[in-house]
Structure formats: C-alpha cells, structure tokens
C-alpha cells in the first residue's frame, strides 16, 4: 500500500500563532521541527498498517519547511517550488525542479 502525506504547518501540534508558521518568525524553526515530527508519527503509523512506501509533500508556504535529516529515513519527500498542483502535487512532473527522494539522515 502507497501512502502519500501533504504537509502543511497549521494544524501542526503546538503551532498557534504566525510567529510558528512564517519563515520571519521567531518561533519558525522551532515550528519546523514539529511539523518534522507530526510528520514522523504519520510515516510511522502508516508502515505499521502496511504502507509499503510513504511519500510526502512539504506543502507550507515555500515549501522547504521539513527537516530531511530528522525525518524517518523510509521517507520520499518533494519539497520546494514550483509544483504544478501545489498541495496536490504527488509526482513531480518532468517540468518541474521539485523530486522525490529518499530522506537523508
């Protein structure tokens, strides 16, 4: 089974104000963190039900906001920009600079 996971930081534990969520902002590296590990817990949930691969958008804002060396190592990430669909991108297409790969320790 194929999971795929769009990342996006509101909603992300603990993130209540712009301050988590904006690059600028004083809590935003500490808001990148916790989305790392909500992300984590959803990869490590889906292989525990029997995902046999896991891919995940990083979908917030510039789109480079997930932390590759925290990241569960079974992870595919596509991150940056452009994505044709955006949020919905799955697949980059051959048009576009973002590409799945296997996450870095």
Avoid at 46 to 54: C, L, P, Q, R, S
Avoid at 69 to 74: A, I, K
Wanted: hydrophobic share 35%.
């Amino acid at each position: 089974m194929k999971v795929y996971v769009s990342a996006d930081m509101e909603g992300i534990s603990g993130l209540v104000d712009a301050e988590d969520v904006q690059p600028a902002g004083r809590d935003y590296e500490r808001g990148r963190v916790l989305m790392t590990e909500d992300v984590n817990a959803a990869v490590r949930g889906a292989y525990a039900a029997g995902a046999t691969e896991v891919l995940v958008n990083d979908a917030h804002g510039p789109m480079r906001n997930l932390l590759p060396d925290l990241l569960d190592p079974r992870v595919h990430l596509i991150k940056g920009r452009p994505k044709p669909m955006g949020m919905r991108t799955a697949y980059p297409s051959r048009s576009s600079p973002a590409t799945t790969r296997p996450a870095t320790r």
